[in-house]
């Protein structure tokens, strides 16, 4: 059984920084995809960064030239830097793998969620 586990969440200043990482265990054939989504009270989930297998991302417009994703392939982990962080980036992130398993079924896997809270 895969399982997805998220660290690095927490509250910080404006303008400060924050690294999220996501570790997925387990027997997994080929990761599609891995992203980070957010959601904050009131809001709807919505997509923050993505890197698919080739390496390419694609990143909301609210977060660009502030967020940095990046995948490490061997550990099966996925990163998140957030930088020059506002109010407005409070919310939870969740990470998301998207990964097919040894069988060739195509399996979307949600994290538990950290809590990101940007605040003075």
């Known amino acids: 059984q895969v399982q997805l586990v998220e660290s690095g969440g927490g509250l910080v200043q404006p303008g400060g920084s924050l690294r999220l990482s996501c570790a997925a265990s387990?027997?997994?054939?080929?990761?599609?995809?891995m992203g980070w989504y957010r959601q904050a009270p009131g809001n709807e989930r919505e997509l923050v960064a993505v890197?698919?297998?080739?390496?390419?991302?694609n990143y909301a417009d609210s977060v660009k030239d502030r967020f940095t994703i990046s995948r490490d392939g061997a550990k099966n982990t996925v990163y998140l830097q957030m930088n020059s962080l506002k109010p407005e980036d409070t919310a939870v992130y969740y990470c998301?793998?998207?990964?097919?398993?040894?069988?060739?079924?195509?399996?979307?896997?949600w994290g538990q969620g950290t809590q990101v809270t940007v605040s003075s």
């Open positions: 998301n793998v998207d990964f097919q398993d040894l069988l060739g079924r195509r399996i979307d896997l």
């Open positions: 387990g027997t997994i054939f080929r990761i599609r995809a």
């Open positions: 890197v698919i297998t080739s390496g390419s991302t």
